[in-house]
C-alpha cells in the first residue's frame, strides 16, 4: 500500500518525513502540508517513548505496518515504514527483505551525508585559497600602488615632472599586469 522514509535530524535528533510512496492519504498531513513532501518533524527523538507503530501513519494504518530503523555503527539516521494489506500478515522473509532494504538505505544516505560534508569542506579549502591567492597579489599590488601613487603626488608637487611620469607609467604597467592576472583567476573559476 505505502512505504514511508523518516530521517533523523543530525541536529536535534528527531525524525523527519523525508519521503511516501505508495498512498499519501496513509500518512498523517499537517496545516500547509498537504502533500506529506515537505520535510516535517513528526516524531520526538528516535528511542523515547514506547515502540509502537511508525509515528507518521494515519492511526487506521498503523496498526497495519511494519518499521525497521536504519542504523549506520550504533546511530540511527531514520526509520522505513511500510503499510501492508490487513488481512496479511507479515512473514519473517518480509521482515528480512525490510530489514535488509533498511540497511541498503541506511548506507546511502550516511554516503550521501559523507559526500555532501566532503563538498562542504572543498568549498571552504577554495574559499580559503581563493582568500591567500587574493592577499598574496591583488592586496599586495594594490599596497604598492598606493605607495607609488603617494610618491608620484610628491614627484608633481616638487615640480618633477619627468620623475612623476616615470611613475605614472610603472604604475600603468603594473595594475595592467594584475588586471590581467585577476581576468585569468576569474576565468579559472569559471571553468
Given amino acids: 500500500k505505502a512505504a514511508v522514509l523518516c530521517l533523523r535530524n543530525e541536529s536535534d535528533g528527531h525524525l523527519t518525513l523525508a519521503q ?17 513532501r515537505t520535510p516535517i518533524a513528526i516524531a520526538p527523538r528516535y528511542g523515547d517513548g ?8 494515519a492511526d487506521e494504518h498503523a496498526a497495519h505496518s511494519i518499521r525497521a530503523p536504519l542504523i ?19 512473514t519473517d522473509d518480509q521482515r528480512a527483505l525490510l530489514a535488509g532494504l533498511a540497511d ?5 544516505i550516511h554516503n550521501s551525508r559523507l559526500l555532501e560534508r566532503e563538498r562542504q569542506v572543498a568549498v571552504l579549502e577554495e574559499r580559503d585559497h581563493l582568500a591567500r ?19 608620484t603626488r610628491k614627484h608633481l608637487q616638487a615640480g618633477e ?23 585569468e583567476a576569474i576565468l579559472g573559476l569559471r571553468e
Avoid: F, W
Avoid at 514506547?50 to 501513519?57: E, G, I, M, S, Y
Avoid at 546511530?75 to 503499510?83: A, D, K, Y
Fill in 20 to 36: 511516501v510512496s505508495g498512498e499519501e492519504s496513509a500518512v498523517l498531513v499537517t496545516a500547509g502540508n498537504a502533500s506529506g
Fill in 50 to 57: 514506547p515502540k509502537v507503530a511508525c509515528p507518521v501513519l
Fill in 72 to 90: 549506520v555503527g550504533s546511530s540511527v539516521v531514520g526509520e522505513l515504514c511500510v503499510i501492508h494489506e490487513p488481512r496479511q500478515g507479515i
Fill in 104 to 108: 541498503m538505505a541506511a548506507i546511502a
Fill in 133 to 151: 591567492e587574493m592577499h598574496d597579489t591583488l592586496a599586495q599590488v594594490l599596497g604598492y600602488l598606493h605607495l607609488r601613487a603617494a610618491t
Fill in 161 to 183: 615632472t619627468d620623475r612623476a611620469i616615470d611613475e605614472l607609467q610603472e604604475m600603468q604597467d603594473l595594475a595592467n599586469e594584475a588586471y590581467v592576472d585577476v581576468r
